[in-house]
């Protein structure tokens, strides 16, 4: 469920994942200097889901969401 207006256009593994990169650790810095940060609750799913979410929300659908399926990265399995 990759939202492709941000990726549209990537077929290579290796250039998804330099612009997954580069969209996420700008989404990083805004995060922070924003101060929402000072308001999530440390140590939290639900504040771990927060900033999951608004990090990779615009590249993933499921992101803030609990995975129902296995994903993977190259040889890297993630399980569910």
């Known amino acids: 469920n990759i939202n492709s207006s941000y990726l549209s256009g990537i077929t290579d593994s290796v250039e998804l994942a330099k612009a ?6 700008k989404r ?3 995060l922070f200097e ?3 940060l000072n308001y999530l609750k ?3 799913f639900k504040s771990l889901a927060e900033i999951h ?4 929300g615009p590249i993933y659908g499921f992101a803030g969401q609990i995975r129902t399926v296995n994903i993977g990265i190259a040889c890297t399995l ?3």
């Open 28 to 30: 990083a810095i805004e």
């Open 78 to 80: 993630f399980p569910s």
């Open 42 to 44: 440390p140590g939290t």
């Open 20 to 25: 997954e990169e580069k969209i996420s650790k």
């Open 53 to 56: 979410k608004y990090l990779f």
């Open 34 to 36: 924003s101060g929402y």
